[in-house]
């Protein structure tokens, strides 16, 4: 054999695993039993047929215990493997030295050692720890029949036994919790339901019985009577759980008493064996008595409410209580009556009583059945449980027991330190009142109280209201007639101020009107004359002027259209903050230097899709009146911006619908508003401003713009601290446009032969501006009303942009005839001009793309650069 080269293996090892492989390696020559190839035939043989089982095992040699093992010994070595081997056991597992002392000692004299779950602290892994194992030791015998070593069969059961503990732990911790649990609990076995084990709730229940080993039926014969052992059969033979809630249970809990009748939740859980088939049932469940009995007191106090419902007689009131009482409390007579305080007697009308029970209808003297009367007139509710027993009724309990009152509850009514009625609940039977009975008797007397005086109260009215009728019938023909007088006058008033607020704006408009157009025709007069004598000069300095005027009149019309929310507006997407910030300098210069401006404008805020100019001149306005409100002392003026989600509560409250938006809030400190006035604020002609300092239009433009923008405005103010006014308006999903630059004023482009159809009523506004778009180079179609416009745009004629009024006579106004266009051209441009925003469908999104809109008057130019630019486009 060459150097490097493997041992070869005897013959004996071969087949014995890795460890087969290390037994032929190791240089047994150093231990008790010699060279491996002067090894006996017995150690051989019981190393071969070692190391080929599966079971861990080892062999100890000699009085040293020299350890030769197999591979499913070395995997329970742990890290002690592969220097065990050939190791003396006593050195092998010092840490079990005695032990292993013990097993040579007996297994050399012959003797076997047996040990079960054998539990010993070894250090495998360079660490103590506890094992369990199943040990078995027996004595190898030499060829002479002598023990020449002792054989190891080790399996561990670490695993097993510490499963088993924590089975045993979670054992005793479910018999724990199974005696500590609040709810019932009890386990059947078999078909007979046998009773296993029960918890303390369970006797608590049913009452302390022998139970442990007989069945249900036999414990329990009234629980069969009601069905449950019925229950539990159809439980077992279906496997199938059955739960009730709220079941009633009639039980006696001992045997002196009567059966009482109680509410349980529950469970029948059926129970498996290992082969799934159900060998028991499991039962839990809670007594729900008081829950139940409070839930029917509660429902009877609803029912009652319910019975009064229309009652208006004091006795149909008193006898409709009890009646609910007596039936809820499942006694024997309940009833109201009164009392004369001094006479010592019950007055009553009628009661309700329970089968085969008298009526104590008619008067009864309270002193012949005991001294509880005594009680009564000093307002003591008044108990008793049995009257034989009780010392204010024993000497009458005969008495008292011949009217079905073996116990009773009274409920005294004192007013003004007498007694005047008791309501009244007896029971032929003894009866331990609970605390739950007595509250709600007293809950049915104070309501009872309270509704018989109600109804007698009404009784009384009544009773006067007719003899009052007659007398009240001529003062209320009076009153009727003051009162329509009062008003008409009030109406003559009302419309008196509003046409004085109408003359007063009317007359304003016609002075504003009058003025532009006297400014107009003098230009053109003038303009006239000079010409007509040849001279240009000056021109268009009344050309100017007649143009100025009509500026003029188009805003004063802006203004009438915001007023009644019909202006045109041209809604884009906006950064309110920026806005804000653009012209707040002009807020300052506007507010004057008694006011501080402060701007907070929140973070993040959303856009929103509204004009912008409007918008300014809206929040231009608020701040004016602020300032107004301060003055002269001036003050703050604070402009806030916020994100709002408006839930349905809060958009309700905003005549909103619910989602996201934007507040804009500006804030004074001046003298605030009366809700009068808070109440008034936007009514057109309103104003609070001494005359001559304001029309009352202002608020009503600002509310006009933002409703019409699709938000709302809202006044907060305290007298004396400020006003807040709060314009909410809609977050508009989508990046903010940026800021325009300054556009470059140019010329109207010429046409490259584009076509134009215009639809326009007004024949001059018609001829004007086709003969400046045919100036330019354009081909013009003009056409009067929507019918004609229809009939070119329906031919087979190009048409590159439409040109069109909104309002226009024939039966079909400007946006119907860009949207018929629409349909047989999907891509003409299409140009509204209008001075009625609701017919233009303008400043609510529905203006479509390639679509936009002009305000007349416009200046004729700016029109013809307006084509272009949409042609170019």
């Not at 016609?510 to 107009?520: E, R």
């Not at 809609?730 to 046409?751: D, L, Q």
């Not at 349909?823 to 233009?840: M, S, W």
Request: glycine share 10%; proline share 4%.
């Amino acid at each position: 054999m060459t150097v490097g080269e493997p041992r070869p293996l005897h013959p004996f090892l071969l087949g014995g695993g890795r460890l087969g492989e290390l037994i032929a390696a190791f240089d047994w020559s150093g231990t008790a039993l010699g060279p491996i190839a002067s090894w006996p035939p017995h150690v051989t043989a019981t190393t071969a047929l070692m190391l080929r089982s599966v079971v861990p095992m080892v062999t100890l040699w000699g009085e040293p215990g020299v350890m030769i093992y197999n591979d499913a010994y070395s995997a329970f070595a742990g890290a002690r493997h592969p220097r065990l081997l050939g190791s003396n056991v006593r050195e092998g597992w010092e840490e079990v030295a005695a032990f292993n002392d013990n097993v040579m000692r007996v297994g050399l004299a012959g003797g076997t050692l047996s040990y079960r779950d054998q539990e010993l602290t070894l250090y495998r892994n360079g660490r103590g720890e506890q094992v369990w194992m199943n040990l078995d030791y027996s004595p190898l015998l030499d060829g002479a029949g002598v023990p020449a070593g002792v054989m190891a069969v080790v399996v561990e059961t670490t695993a097993k036994v510490l499963a088993e503990r924590r089975l045993i732990d979670e054992r005793e911790r479910l018999a724990q919790l199974f005696e500590q649990a609040p709810s019932f609990m009890a386990m059947l076995t078999g078909p007979e339901h046998r009773y296993e084990l029960v918890n303390p709730g369970y006797l608590r229940l049913i009452g302390q019985r022998e139970l442990v080993g007989r069945t249900v039926a036999e414990v329990l014969p009234e629980a069969e009577a009601q069905g449950y052992v019925a229950l539990l059969d159809e439980v077992y033979a279906s496997g199938k759980a059955y739960s009730a809630r709220g079941a009633r249970l009639d039980m006696q809990a001992t045997p002196d008493r009567p059966a009482a009748q109680r509410h349980v939740d529950f469970v029948f859980q059926p129970i498996r064996d290992a082969a799934g088939r159900v060998s028991g049932v499991f039962v839990e469940g809670v007594d729900v008595t008081a829950r139940v009995a409070a839930d029917a007191r509660r429902d009877a106090l609803v029912r009652l409410t319910d019975a009064w419902r229309g009652l208006d007689d004091p006795d149909e009131v008193a006898l409709a209580a009890a009646r609910l009482l007596g039936e809820a409390l499942a006694v024997s007579r309940v009833g109201y009556g009164t009392i004369d305080h001094d006479a010592e007697t019950l007055h009553v009308s009628s009661d309700w009583n329970a089968p085969g029970v008298e009526s104590l209808a008619g008067v009864l003297r309270l002193r012949d059945y005991g001294s509880f009367i005594e009680g009564l007139k000093g307002n003591e509710f008044t108990v008793i449980a049995d009257v034989r027993d009780d010392p204010r009724t024993a000497a009458a309990a005969p008495a008292l027991e011949a009217r079905s009152a073996r116990s009773f509850v009274n409920v005294p009514v004192v007013e003004q330190g007498r007694l005047v009625a008791v309501l009244y609940v007896n029971h032929a039977q003894t009866r331990a009142w609970s605390a739950e009975e007595l509250a709600f008797v007293s809950e049915v007397a104070d309501r009872t109280r309270t509704a018989v005086e109600r109804a007698r109260g009404a009784l009384a009215l009544r009773e006067s209201e007719t003899r009052l009728r007659e007398a009240n019938e001529s003062l209320e023909a009076k009153v009727q007639a003051r009162t329509r007088e009062l008003l008409e006058v009030e109406a003559k008033f009302r419309q008196a101020q509003k046409m004085e607020a109408i003359g007063q704006l009317t007359g304003g408009i016609a002075h504003d009107f009058n003025n532009l157009l006297g400014t107009i025709s003098t230009s053109l007069q003038v303009l006239q004359k000079r010409l007509q004598g040849g001279l240009a000069d000056n021109a268009e300095r009344y050309i100017g002027m007649a143009q100025q005027s009509v500026r003029r009149a188009a805003s004063l019309t802006q203004r009438l259209l915001a007023f009644s929310r019909q202006q045109t507006l041209d809604p884009k997407a906006t950064d309110v903050n920026r806005l804000i910030g653009g012209f707040e300098e002009m807020i300052r210069r506007t507010v004057g230097p008694s006011v501080v401006v402060e701007v907070v404008g929140a973070g993040g805020l959303w856009p929103v899709r509204v004009d912008a100019s409007q918008l300014e001149n809206a929040l231009l306005n608020l701040c004016i009146n602020g300032r107004d409100a301060m003055a002269p002392a001036g003050g703050r003026l604070t402009i806030e911006t916020a994100n709002k989600w408006l839930d349905e509560d809060a958009a309700a409250e905003r005549d909103l619908a619910p989602g996201q938006y934007i507040s804009i809030c500006v804030t004074d400190t001046g003298t605030g508003m009366t809700e009068e006035v808070i109440s008034r604020a936007f009514d057109p002609f309103f104003t609070t401003k001494p005359v001559g300092a304001g029309t009352g239009l202002g608020l009503s433009m600002v509310y006009g713009f933002v409703r019409q923008s699709g938000g709302q405005v809202r006044v907060y103010s305290e007298l004396g601290v400020g006003t807040t006014m709060c314009l909410y308006l809609p977050h508009h999903v989508g990046e903010a446009e940026p800021e325009p630059a300054p556009r470059e004023v140019r010329p109207a482009g010429r046409s490259e032969g584009e076509c134009v159809l215009l639809v326009e009523d007004e024949e001059t506004i018609r001829f004007l501006v086709a003969e400046e778009l045919e100036a330019l180079g354009y081909h013009v179609t003009a056409v009067g009303d929507g019918p004609a416009a229809l009939r070119v745009l329906e031919s087979a004629a190009r048409i590159d942009l439409l040109l069109t009024d909104v309002g226009l006579p024939g039966g079909l106004n400007g946006r119907q005839i860009a949207d018929a266009g629409r349909a047989r051209r999907p891509d003409l441009r299409v140009l509204f001009v209008t001075g009625y925003a609701q017919n233009a469908a303008v400043g609510n999104g529905l203006l479509g793309h390639g679509m936009e809109v002009v305000t007349k008057p416009f200046d004729v130019v700016a029109l013809a650069r307006r084509v272009r630019a949409m042609l170019e486009r």
